[in-house]
């Protein structure tokens, strides 16, 4: 029992990993949906664009984790999850796909209508991915995912779900914000060092409101997971959450914004915990336990060992990738590189 227990603290510490690294891309595309027209929204976008550039595509490595962890640790709850969610985890992955393809060829190409489309592609995939994932979270929360469970609107189109994808979404923002003030400043760009400070400051707010809306949704909705999220561990982690996230506005009261960052990565990841624990003993509250929904033995055996390796592999280039590109030491390739400057036609 204990080591499928820590097979679900891994599960829930990727499910973190993920919500911070990929929720601070998808927060930047969120404010890239909003910085307006073409010239209104040129110097954001163009911040956006060069801060996302070195880590977008690592941070979809998260992802694959959990989705390697829940098939083979967990395929009951694999099968499950994936049976009676299939359409909104669909429009997610068509997301991340559009959104992928949007970002990457809205850089290189020099036609206004183009860029346009592309951009337009990426932002609202950017708004769009999140959500879904958050209300698969939030059905899961509520108990309308069970094995033989089908598929129906009702599993992800109600107001625990609702809820949480759009505090997925504000949370996604809140980082996104956050972490572009800092790019803003290391980039010299001083004029968007405030325009994204003011943004993160509402974002946050919108996460308070929004947490405070689900206080009574979530009553009757989501009992289980409520009573876990305001007792116990669960009710710790909450406070220290929130603890980090006032924390982060005064660091950006302050324009503190380089440890504003940290606490902000640490108020969302702590929330995710929270979310673990307060399910607990179940992954698919309250119908399926840890144990039962666990693979066999020697399936977790073999997963421990490629886990290790992973990490091993994997894990410091990661650290590095992160660590070079908040630190500014990685730069884009220049149309110089991509051989894209001096295409005859290609500023129409």
Known sequence: MAAFIAWVLVLVLAIAAYACA???????????????????GRRPRWLIDHAMAPVWEANNVWLIFVLVIMWTGFPTMFQAVFSAMWLPLALAAVGLVLRGAGFALRKP?????????????????????????????????????????????????????????????????????VFLCSDALRYGADDLVDYFRLRALIAFAAVVVLALIGLPVTRNDAGYVRDGLTG???????????????????????????GSRYTSVASVALTVGAW????????????????????????????????????????PALVLLYRLATMGELE???DADTRAAGVPGNDL
């Open 22 to 40: 990929g929720g601070t891309d998808y927060g930047a595309g969120f404010w890239d949906l909003l910085a307006g027209g073409a010239e209104r």
């Open 109 to 177: 190409t020099r036609r206004l209508a183009q860029r346009r489309i592309y951009g337009a592609v990426f932002a609202i995939s950017s708004l769009l991915t999140p959500f879904f994932l958050g209300t698969v979270l939030g059905g899961i929360a509520a108990g309308r995912v069970k094995v033989g469970t089908t598929a129906s609107a009702d599993a992800w189109a109600n107001g625990t779900s609702v809820l949480v994808g759009l505090l997925a979404v504000a949370a996604t923002a809140f980082l996104g914000a």
């Open 232 to 258: 116990g561990p669960g009710l710790l982690l909450i406070i220290l959450a929130a603890v980090c996230g006032l924390a982060t506005v005064l660091l950006l009261w302050r324009r503190s914004y380089g």
């Open 276 to 315: 673990g624990f307060a399910q607990r003993p179940y992954v698919l509250p309250t119908s399926l336990t840890v144990a039962e929904a666990a693979g066999a033995a020697h399936t977790l055996r073999w997963l421990v060992i490629v886990t290790v390796i992973a990490i091993v592999l994997v894990g």
């Open 332 to 334: 884009e390739l220049t």
